[in-house]
Every structure is written in C-alpha cells, then in structure tokens.
Antibody, heavy 120, light 111 residues
Framework: VQLVQSGAEVKKPGSSVKVACKVSGGVFNSYGISWVRQAPGQGLEWMGGIIPVFGTPNYAQKFRGRVTITADESTATAYMEMSSLTSEDTAVYFCARGGQLLQILHFDFWGQGTLVIVSS | DIQMTQSPSSLSASVGDRVTITCQASQDIRKFLSWYQQKPGKAPNLLIYDASNLKTGVPSRFSGSGSGTEFTLTISSLQPEDIGTYYC?????????????FGGGTKVEMK
C-alpha cells in the first residue's frame, strides 16, 4: 500500500486549500483514510477520517465546520479541504490509512506529508 | 473527548540503556492504544498496536504494555537508530464514531 500526496502549497490568510492523497495497492473503498496535521515543532493532531464505502466523514471537534474530507473511489484518491486559513494552519498535513476493514483505528500506512504555508 | 498525556516530554539516554515512556488516557480505552516513532522530516511509523502487539518488522527490543488508562512503551536496549519522537494514540471503539487522539510526544535523544 502506498499513499502519495499532492505538493506543497502557499496560501493567503482567509483562503482555502485542498490536499490530495492517492492510494495504490489494496482495496480503496473498504479502508479508512485519516488526515493528521503537524505544526512546526509540534505534535500530531488527528483532524478526521472517512471510510469511502460509507461516505460519511468523522471530524475532530476542533475542525468541524472548517474541514471537509472526501473520497473519490474512481481515482482512489482522498481529499482534505480546509477553509478560512490563518497562520496557525501552517503545518505538514499527512494522510494515513489503517489495515483494518471498515474501521479507523491505528495507522499502518502514511503519505509523505504536504506542507501548507499560510502567509500574507 | 479522550485526552492522552505522555511523559516524559523528552529524555536523554545512552546506547544500551532501557528506556520507558508512559502514556495516560483520561478515561478507560481498554487495550486500544498504538505507539509510533517519528524521525525529523518523516511520517510517523507504527511500532505497536492494541497496546502490546508488535508490528511485523519492528525490532523486538520494542515492547508495549498496559490497559485501561495506563500504558508503557519500553525500549530494552537503546540503539542509535532509535532516536526520534514517540507518540501514543488511542482508538477506543465505543461509542462510534469517536475521535482519535495522540499524546503530546516524547523526544528521545542520545546522551
């Protein structure tokens, strides 16, 4: 299983960003994909996840209303879109997948990370 | 939501030392805890799941124990390649859906 993410982004405050995570190997729609972010010098923060076959994402309370996680089964790609960006959203964003059917538990596979810089 | 507290936040040890990192959950998570190692500029790497199960390919000097609210990651004999930051993560299954949360991390350095 490999997860390959889209490239780095530089965004203005107040704008939105959409990060892609293409999954190869395994069955895409039956395994949960989560998004985890890491601000510079800080720890890991789970943002939310989706099991594509179910379609309904689950979000950390902190990110509800500002983050949208989707999955495109036709291209085996998951997306994370964040709106109303501020400098505090400057971070590396990882996608991650577990090895457990139809659940989001621990994360066996990770993307390489996408750096998002929010700066005026 | 469940909060995860790791200690210490950092430690310095010598090659061959036994290293212990603890993780405390704010409520009972049964056995549903994993441990990750992260090296600078890299994605985290899963070491242990379900509190004590070693992921295939992870060296046997790593071990995990605990249940309920108290968990431990032990490196029996620290090696130079073990330097990095270690995180715990909870994934209790009920009620569903539930948020997943990480501990704050423990940075392991070589003395």
């Amino acid at each position: 299983v490999q997860l390959v993410q889209s490239g780095a982004e530089v965004k203005k405050p107040g704008s939105s960003v959409k990060v892609a995570c293409k999954v190869s190997g395994g069955v895409f729609n039956s395994y949960g994909i989560s998004w985890v972010r890491q601000a510079p010098g800080q720890g890991l923060e789970w943002m939310g996840g989706i099991i594509p076959v179910f379609g309904t994402p689950n979000y950390a309370q902190k990110f509800r209303g500002r983050v949208t996680i989707t999955a495109d089964e036709s291209t085996a790609t998951a997306y994370m879109e964040m709106s109303s960006l501020t400098s505090e959203d400057t971070a590396v964003y990882f996608c991650a997948r577990g090895g457990q059917l139809l659940q989001i538990l621990h994360f066996d596979f990770w993307g390489q990370g996408t750096l998002v810089i929010v700066s005026s | 939501d469940i909060q995860m507290t790791q200690s210490p936040s950092s430690l310095s040890a010598s090659v061959g030392d036994r290293v212990t990192i603890t993780c405390q959950a704010s409520q009972d998570i049964r056995k549903f805890l994993s441990w990750y190692q992260q090296k600078p500029g890299k994605a985290p790497n899963l070491l242990i799941y379900d509190a004590s199960n070693l992921k295939t390919g992870v060296p046997s000097r790593f071990s995990g124990s605990g249940s309920g609210t108290e968990f431990t990651l032990t490196i029996s004999s620290l090696q130079p390649e073990d330097i990095g930051t270690y995180y715990c993560q909870q994934y209790d299954k009920v009620p569903s859906p539930r948020e997943r949360t990480f501990g704050g991390g423990t940075k392991v350095e070589m003395k």
